[in-house]
T-cell receptor, first 109, second 114 residues
């Protein structure tokens, strides 16, 4: 079964500290993984996807097929990073994303 | 393009009333999704359309919920009758298969049923 697990509902770190938002997935084929972000009372928007291998707002995520993980990382957190982060996986049989439960990231000053 | 447009942005209604949420997807997109977001359940896919045809409505909670897409530029999500437990943020989103699967969300409709 396809599943995305974000084990932390809430993550709180101090400004300037490293951040790692965990995402693990269960999938039998070649996955496409995404991170979406939702700032307070705003729309969800794509942050990054693994096929792009890019860094957005200082965030990176590497797909680890051995550990079936796609953790989101940033070396130095900023207060504006406070938001809700969703990890998602694209299924291959139908065109929809499988979503994790989301992690609320709070950056303390 | 102005992005995915939803209306109303906020609605407060009494239990038992009919609620209609509206969505205008991004022009040219061939997929449209309705999501519900709550603190307890997170983000749930309710239904999605491809080329105006409903493909998967297994996420629709019960018969009180219905969704239509009469044309490529408009969709509605209707709740009749509404109940307090329907209070949530309802997001509409659209995508074009050729865009690398990026889904573009609207700003959401904040529904409160009292």
């Amino acid at each position: 079964a396809q599943r995305v697990t974000q084990p932390e509902k809430l993550l709180s770190v101090f400004k300037g500290a490293p951040v790692e938002l965990k995402c693990n997935y269960s999938y039998s084929g070649s996955p496409e993984l995404f991170w979406y972000v939702q700032y307070s009372r705003q729309r969800l928007q794509l942050l990054l996807r693994h096929i792009s291998r890019e860094s957005i707002k200082g965030f990176t995520a590497d797909l680890n097929k051995g550990e079936t993980s796609f953790h989101l990382k940033k070396p130095f957190a900023q207060e504006e990073d406070s938001a809700m982060y969703y990890c998602a996986l694209r299924g291959d049989s139908n065109y929809q994303l499988i979503w994790g439960a989301g992690t609320k990231l709070i950056i303390k000053p | 393009d102005a992005g995915v447009i939803q209306s109303p942005r906020h609605e407060v209604t009494e239990m038992g009333q009919e609620v209609t949420l509206r969505c205008k997807p991004i022009s040219g997109h061939d997929y449209l999704f309705w999501y519900r977001q709550t603190m307890m359940r997170g983000l749930e896919l309710l239904i999605y359309f491809n080329n105006n045809v409903p493909i998967d409505d297994s996420g629709m909670p019960e018969d009180r919920f219905s969704a239509k897409m009469p044309n490529a530029s408009f969709s509605t999500l209707k709740i009749q009758p509404s109940e307090p437990r329907d209070s949530a943020v309802y997001f509409c989103a659209s995508s074009f298969r050729g865009s690398g699967n990026t889904i573009y969300f609207g700003e959401g409709s904040w529904l409160t049923v009292v």
